[in-house]
């Protein structure tokens, strides 16, 4: 490519990302591109028919690369490597090895590097591949029963919370039972969005230029309570009993879900930090046992000595649970913001956007993973030191 037109290329990308997505979406002529934001939340879901939650299908996934790299890379191991993928796992252990021997100061720094290493090649990989293209955007639509069905718990405490206003006076049960009204609807107040069906193929897809407009405005976001008695179908009829208007007739007949993504980043579950971090801390007290024996090391969190080193082995104790927690929410925080920011950036500033955050996210993975790894090191050097000699 021309030298000359790279920057105008770039220019009129830049500004037609703008034009097109949440922000052009505000002027009459943008917002070409804008589509609904994705459905955000904490848990991990469960996909249907496999059983397993996406998060964890993910950490699969990027377990399987990982084998599949160390399965070619060692396959024809020779003293002088030839191949590239045996040169880039010897740069990597051998740079955790000298990392080890110069913290601990000598070769006993060896026997932690297996766990520590093992650490970071799991987040790293696994931070990698919940930035792929189709992590988090490819999936199945749930419909607007199922969702309700997962609301449906908050919907039965609102009515049974109200239940003794039937028993209160006039007034009172008017007051109450418009404040029943109000709560269950605010249960059920969960947005879905309106899919396109490719023909023939049952495919759902978001077409551009939908946008986050109520469907007053013709828009492509709904209330579950808009469809929960049409099967998931767009029809005027129900919609003019509940809102008194006309449906925007570019939506009839369309249905209308929330998307279940078949895959998302394994570290944005905090079920997957904890027990990396669970592994990491038990595997600590271990190297601690087994260099300095249960009596002698146990002697660091319970010295009855005197009031104060049993103050202080208290604080020794509690800082080791303190531990557990700050492994598990850094690399957890981390992880879940930059998959709300991909997400944020996607929805104002389509295509051009996403590409530098992409690369801010690729680095992060690295580094959380490198913090996470040295971070058990050093607690495992520091579980082997004698503590009575100082």
Known sequence: MNKSIILPF?????????????????????????SPIAHI??????????????????????????????????RNMKNVPEGRLQNIAEVIVEFFVNLAQTISGSEKGRRFVPLVLSIFLCVVVSNWVGVLPGVGTVGIVESAEVVYSHKEHKVESCHSS???????????????????DFSC???????????ETIPGTGIKYLPPGR???KIEKGGGVVLVEDVID??????????????????PSDLEGRYAGRLLPLLRGANTDLNTTLAIAIVAMVAVQFWGISALGIKKYGGKFFNFSSPIMLFVGLLEFIAELARVVSFTFRLFGNMFAGEVL??????????IGIIPFMGLELFVGVIQAFIFSILTLIFGITAISDHSEH
Not at 342 to 351: E, H
Request: aromatic content about 10%; glycine content about 10%.
């Open 211 to 213: 946008g986050e407009s």
């Open 10 to 34: 770039f220019i009129i990308l830049f500004i037609t990302s703008i034009l097109g997505g949440a922000i052009g979406g505000a002027f009459p002529f943008g917002g070409f591109f804008q």
């Open 162 to 180: 109200d239940h003794g206003s039937d028993h209160s006076s006039d007034h009172g049960s008017d007051h109450s039972s418009d404040h029943k």
């Open 342 to 351: 991909l997400v944020a950036m996607m929805f104002l500033l389509p295509f």
């Open 230 to 247: 049409s099967h998931s179908k767009l029809e005027s009829e129900t919609y003019n009993q509940k809102h008194e208007k006309p449906l």
């Open 41 to 74: 939340q904490l848990p991990a879901e469960k996909i249907p028919g496999l059983g397993v939650f996406n998060t964890s299908l993910t950490l699969w996934i990027g377990m399987i690369i990982l084998m599949t790299f160390v399965l070619l890379a060692t």
């Open 185 to 195: 609807k605010e249960a059920l107040k969960e947005h879905l969005v309106v899919f």
